[in-house]
């Protein structure tokens, strides 16, 4: 059957998938539903689709966008190459494994460009509230058109949501911080080194924030660096400049007290302590209530929301594996959308979220992390036509990222790896990745580029 009608909300990587998954389901010939998808923005990309504003957008929507100026990817791209669109056929050359955003951002447009996507996304227009109607067994969302000021409904078979998790920030309270006298932020309204050169930094969080951010202000000339962390250390070599400590107690003007007893000043203070999965346009009974984590619950298959069969989300994982996660997942969405794939009952469904989750409680290390969402991958791919890559050799290359990561963590983005879709060996940068303070694409793709004063921006 197809006569029916799909809404998906958010055209980021995981929107973008799903549209992707329709489409090359309608270049084998195939009759597709009728889809739609809405995005608040201005443009497609989520995340990678850079913005240097902060708190609230052109028409006063939070702001989504958590990257910054000088992002480069914090894993190698051969980890998260789509198998059906490689950085080579992009490209047309070889690049090395850790590219910057704006090459990032233009290689996930090259694949969606090629397609009449476009033509499927209402821009500039938010989802502000959806409900299930029984009797129809349809959602009915409501959305504003930000540019008109306009409120209109539509109603859907299907929803798909794929709003991303990393932008509404987590922000914990500390004792006298409301007296802090530099700038306090969370990582996303971070927007570059820029403004912290030469001051003394500290951050909070332990996780994939806090370790780029504070190399990135090392990088760019910050004074000093402090790292707070609440259950355990990043624990790489770190250079001199850049220190852990455990928690902080309180703060006294610009002084942080930490619990080992330590207490130091600074001049600004970046909470990296992660974001909430936050869906303000949802109803209770069809909102996802998770951390972040490999394996939210009520999520069969990690896609179809369990309480209301006809919900998928996408991408709301912790991700080491993304752009070719989210392919997978949309692939798994068309088919079963499609009737291809039987859902099984709500128990059976229960029992096998409950067998994911309770082998991510067995988890540990990193690499059992990589394992973990492998095999999830692996699951998801055999169900559908998504072309079968050499997930072990994914695997592997995640591995030897983290170990590079602990021998070095300012040159580990020197390394190169080798694309398991079509064997590219990576070329290493032309420049080492300390030295190079220019992250466009023009000096990223060619050495003799002028380097850029400015980093050019969306409006
Ligand atoms: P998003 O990219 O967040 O896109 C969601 C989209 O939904 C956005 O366009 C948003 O505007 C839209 N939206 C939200 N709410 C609404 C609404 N109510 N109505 C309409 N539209 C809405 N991954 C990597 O692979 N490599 C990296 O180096 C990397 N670096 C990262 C750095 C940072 C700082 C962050 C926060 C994440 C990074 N990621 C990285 C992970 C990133 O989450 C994924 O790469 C990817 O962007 C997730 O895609 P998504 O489509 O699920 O979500
Ligand atoms: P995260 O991985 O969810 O980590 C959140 C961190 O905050 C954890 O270390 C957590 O500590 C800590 N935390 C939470 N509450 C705290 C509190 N009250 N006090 C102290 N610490 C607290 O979030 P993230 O680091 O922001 O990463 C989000 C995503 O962005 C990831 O996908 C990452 O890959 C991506 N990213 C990529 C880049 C890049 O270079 N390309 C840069 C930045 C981010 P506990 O361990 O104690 O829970
Ligand atoms: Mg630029």
Redesign the pocket.
């Known amino acids: 059957m197809t006569n029916f009608k799909v809404g998906i909300i958010g055209a980021g990587p995981s929107g973008l998938a799903m549209l992707r998954a329709f489409e090359s389901e309608q270049k084998k010939g195939n009759p597709i539903p009728e889809v739609k998808c809405y995005e608040k923005q201005e443009d497609w990309g989520g995340m990678w689709n850079y913005t240097w504003r902060t708190g609230v957008g052109k028409y006063g929507e939070p702001i989504h966008g958590?990257m910054y100026k000088y992002?480069?990817?914090?894993g190698p791209k051969e980890c998260l190459e789509f198998a059906d669109y490689t950085f080579t056929e992009h490209f047309g050359q070889a690049i090395s494994s850790y590219p910057p955003r704006e090459v990032l951002f233009d290689y996930i447009q090259g694949r969606i460009k090629k397609s009449n996507a476009r033509d499927f996304i209402q821009f500039n227009t938010v989802a502000r509230w959806a409900d299930y109607l029984e009797d129809k067994q349809q959602f009915r969302v409501v959305f504003d058109n930000l540019v008109e000021n306009e409120t209109f409904e539509e109603y859907f078979d299907y929803l798909v949501v794929g709003t991303g998790h990393?932008s509404t920030p987590?922000m914990?309270y500390f004792e006298g911080i409301d007296e802090f006298p530099g700038t306090v932020m969370h990582?996303h309204d971070f927007r570059g080194a820029d403004q912290f050169i030469n001051q003394k930094l500290l951050l909070?969080?332990?996780?994939?924030?806090?370790e780029?951010?504070g190399v990135q202000c090392y990088k760019h000339g910050s004074k000093s660096i402090t790292i707070?962390?609440?259950?355990?250390p990043i624990g790489v070599k770190w250079p001199d400049g850049i220190v852990e400590k455990p928690?902080i107690t309180h703060f006294e003007g610009n002084k942080a007290f930490f619990s080992d007893g330590t207490s130091e000043e600074f001049d600004a203070v970046i909470m990296?302590?992660?974001?909430q999965h936050k869906f303000p346009f949802l109803p209770d009974e069809l909102r996802l209530k998770t951390k972040?984590c490999l394996y939210p619950g009520n999520l069969y298959k990690g896609v179809v929301y369990n309480e209301n069969e006809r919900l998928i989300y996408l991408g709301m994982q912790?991700?080491y594996y993304t752009f070719n996660m989210f392919d997978t997942q949309a692939w798994f969405a068309r088919d079963y959308m499609l009737g291809r794939i039987p859902l099984p009952n709500k128990e059976e469904r229960d029992v096998d979220i409950q067998k994911w989750i309770d082998n991510e409680a067995k988890t540990a290390s990193g690499e059992d992390h990589v394992d973990f969402q492998t095999d999830y991958i692996k699951d998801l791919i055999q169900f559908t036509d998504y072309p079968p890559f050499d997930l072990d050799k994914v695997a592997t290359m995640f591995k030897s990222w983290l170990h590079d990561k602990e021998v070095n963590i300012l040159n580990y983005r020197d390394q190169v790896y080798t694309s398991v879709m079509d064997g590219t060996q990576a070329a290493p940068h032309h420049t080492p990745w300390m030295d190079e303070m220019d992250d466009s694409l023009e000096r990223y793709l060619n050495e003799e580029a002028p380097v850029s004063e400015e980093v050019s921006e969306t409006v």
């Open positions: 958590s992002l480069w990817s914090n990393f987590n914990p990582a909070v969080g332990s996780s994939y924030s806090a780029d951010i707070s962390y609440r259950s355990a928690l990296c302590t992660g974001y972040n912790d991700q």
